[in-house]
């Protein structure tokens, strides 16, 4: 018991099996953020010249979020 492990996840790719479906998946998500019913949080806007940075925020959890590389 003591080495009992799980691998917990998922995917979408059962439903969103089409081209045409994800298309529409997308739109229909885009579209709610655009008209404010879905929020994104973004946690940090870090220069692409600053990638490592990123990454160790990634690599901390210290962020919730997502984090955005500005080119």
Not at 3 to 14: A, F, H, K, P
Not at 21 to 34: I, K, Q, S
């Amino acid at each position: 018991m003591d080495r009992s492990l799980s691998l917990v996840g998922g995917d979408l790719w059962s439903w969103l099996n089409s081209a045409d479906e994800r298309r529409a998946r997308t739109a229909r998500l885009l579209d709610a953020v655009v008209q404010g019913q879905l929020q994104v949080r973004i946690a940090a806007r870090i220069p692409l010249a600053e990638g490592r940075r990123a990454h160790e925020l990634l690599e901390s959890r210290g962020v919730i979020g997502k984090i955005i590389l500005i080119p």
